[in-house]
């Protein structure tokens, strides 16, 4: 009886896919033969994890609007981003989202600032956080960058001395970790001392990022897939849930007079606990306990993939171009034969170096650390794209990988590493790029960590490539294995690390 029911769903639900197919409004827009008639098509090309090789030749075959789904709508042209996600759109956050959100009944207050899809409240949610990712807070951060800073550097001397190839990918993100647990609360999580997954943090974080890639297509049943892995047998806290419960600690000791805002009062490297301390102390209404829990765990649990991408990005096209790294390491000499450079790069100090500022720039142009669309809900009305219309409820997006690559925005050249294209007198091509340089978000929905995560990058590869040679594993190809699962995440790169000059400051 069950099976004959399946079955006749199954061949209604195809039906009503392929009706919906040939009365769409916008059956003329290209793209593969399936996508037409079901999500299955983009869901299956997600979890083999490597969609941005495809996503591009789906442009180059299909144009510059290509069908990902019945309803999905991807776009490669230099027009699309501004109507989508410019200052003062309705467009929403797709439902896609809501599969990285605890749902209903299992949290009473589960919104995130990520997965919140309304942009009012976004915004709102957004805006009494947004001094402490500033520009003029981040010199009380660099305290920490440097401590971590210091272990890195010390661990990779350990790694020269014994001639040992690492996994650059991963130590670059125990980096990220530390420091971000020692901006957000005060102390390291350990990685830098230990090497290895703490409490299967990382694996953990990867993990519920590809579910909610995967689920996210079909949300609805987000609910009840939820619901199926509650039940599962669990251990001690381990993985995003020792995340919750460490920073619920942090929290308690702040709660229960163990340590109070006012002990670092007058401290100048003020945690991100102090600060939304204080906050909560002059308007508990407004920015309540679970403000401060929020920004605390969305800060460990997702400021370190994208920025120990980024780290890994940036050196491997370096070690891949010798002539870049060449040429980085004489401006780094030369800035340091005038005096303007510390033993502990500062953050000033490296923005006044351009050939770093562009390195830096054309390596995550080219390798984001997000390599999926940022969806987006065509709102009320209905709005024209680049000269088509999409009514109300479409599902469209601009994929930053993509948008990377588009010749009309960076030329002939777009597939190559050639940082020198950041360095040009040409104020209104320098402006274009700088306007299509997606790897944060863009718009309202720009990355609200997005500082921090250039003030790590820009101290640390300041430091490591002045201080050491990087060269591949013997046997090691130029083109290292990843994984797309919206971190666009290195694998098993193995570097081999040796000391330069008369060797780092620890």
């Given at each position: 009886m069950i099976i004959p029911l399946l079955l006749g769903l199954g061949g209604l639900w195809l039906v009503w896919g392929i009706i919906s197919a040939l009365f769409s409004p916008l059956r003329s827009?290209?793209?593969?033969?399936?996508?037409?008639?079901?999500?299955?098509?983009?869901?299956?090309?997600?979890?083999?994890?490597?969609?941005?090789?495809?996503?591009?030749?789906?442009?180059?075959?299909?144009?510059?609007?290509?069908?990902?789904?019945?309803?999905?709508?991807?776009?490669?042209?230099?027009?699309?981003?501004?109507?989508?996600?410019?200052?003062?759109?309705?467009?929403?956050?797709?439902?896609?989202?809501?599969?990285?959100?605890?749902?209903?009944?299992?949290?009473?207050?589960?919104?995130?600032i990520f997965s919140t899809t309304d942009p009012k409240i976004h915004a709102q949610q957004r805006k009494p956080f947004t001094n402490m990712y500033s520009m003029s807070s981040l010199i009380s951060y660099e305290p920490y960058v440097d401590?971590?800073?210091?272990?890195?550097?010390?661990?990779?001397?350990?790694?020269?001395?014994?001639?040992?190839?690492?996994?650059?990918?991963?130590?670059l993100q125990c980096f990220a970790f530390d420091v971000i647990g020692l901006i957000t609360s005060g102390e390291r999580y350990g990685f830098l001392d230990r090497g290895e997954d703490i409490r299967n943090i990382m694996g953990a974080i990867e993990g519920s990022t590809k579910y909610g890639v995967a689920v996210?297509?079909?949300?609805?049943?987000?609910?009840?897939?939820?619901?199926?892995?509650?039940?599962?047998?669990?251990g001690p806290p381990s993985g995003i849930h020792y995340i919750n419960s460490f920073v619920q600690g942090k929290i308690d000791e702040f709660k229960?007079?163990?340590?109070?805002?006012?002990?670092?009062?007058?401290?100048?490297?003020?945690?991100?606990?102090?600060?939304?301390?204080?906050?909560?102390?002059?308007?508990?209404?407004?920015?309540?306990?679970?403000?401060?829990?929020?920004?605390?765990?969305?800060?460990?649990?997702?400021?370190?993939?994208?920025?120990?991408?980024?780290?890994?990005?940036?050196?491997?096209?370096?070690?891949?171009h010798p002539r870049c790294m060449a040429a980085l390491r004489q401006e780094i000499e030369n800035t340091q034969s005038l005096g303007l450079l510390s033993a502990r790069p500062t953050f000033k100090e490296s923005q006044d170096m351009p050939y770093l500022q562009?390195?830096?720039?054309?390596?995550?142009?080219?390798?984001?650390?997000?390599?999926?669309?940022?969806?987006?809900i065509v709102p009320e009305g209905g709005v024209t794209i680049c000269g088509r219309f999409f009514p109300a409820g479409t599902i469209v997006g601009i994929n930053p990988y993509v948008e990377h690559r588009i010749k009309s925005i960076w030329g002939e050249d777009a597939e190559e590493f050639r940082p020198e294209r950041w360095l040009t007198p040409d104020k209104e091509?320098?402006?274009?790029?700088?306007?299509?340089?997606?790897?944060?978000?863009?718009?309202?929905?720009?990355?609200?960590?997005?500082?921090?995560?250039?003030?790590?990058?820009?101290k640390l590869i300041t430091r490591i490539v002045r201080d050491f040679d990087f060269?591949?594993?013997?046997?090691?190809?130029?083109?290292?294995?990843?994984e797309n699962f919206w971190f666009f995440k290195p694998k098993d790169w193995q570097v081999r690390v040796s000391i330069r000059g008369k060797g780092p400051v620890v």
């Open positions: 827009i290209p793209g593969p033969f399936l996508s037409r008639f079901t999500d299955i098509w983009y869901l299956s090309r997600l979890v083999r994890f490597n969609f941005q090789i495809e996503h591009v030749e789906l442009h180059r075959k299909y144009g510059p609007i290509v069908r990902l789904a019945p309803n999905r709508y991807s776009f490669a042209d230099p027009e699309a981003l501004k109507p989508i996600y410019g200052h003062g759109t309705d467009f929403r956050k797709s439902e896609w989202y809501s599969a990285f959100n605890v749902p209903h009944p299992y949290s009473l207050e589960r919104w995130s401590e971590c800073a210091d272990i890195f550097t010390q661990r990779l001397s350990e790694f020269a001395r014994a001639g040992q190839a690492i996994d650059m990918g991963h130590w996210g297509i079909y949300p609805r049943l987000h609910p009840y897939f939820f619901k199926l892995l509650s039940l599962l047998p669990k229960n007079g163990h340590i109070t805002p006012a002990k670092q009062e007058d401290d100048a490297a003020q945690t991100f606990l102090v600060k939304m301390f204080h906050r909560h102390q002059e308007n508990p209404k407004e920015f309540t306990k679970y403000h401060i829990f929020v920004a605390a765990a969305s800060n460990i649990a997702a400021g370190s993939d994208t920025t120990g991408i980024a780290l890994s990005s940036i050196l491997s096209h370096l070690v891949n562009a390195v830096i720039k054309e390596a995550i142009r080219l390798h984001p650390s997000i390599a999926l669309p940022y969806e987006r091509q320098l402006s274009l790029m700088n306007r299509h340089w997606i790897p944060f978000g863009s718009g309202s929905r720009t990355c609200l960590g997005k500082n921090v995560s250039l003030l790590e990058i820009q060269e591949l594993k013997e046997g090691s190809s130029k083109t290292w294995k990843t």
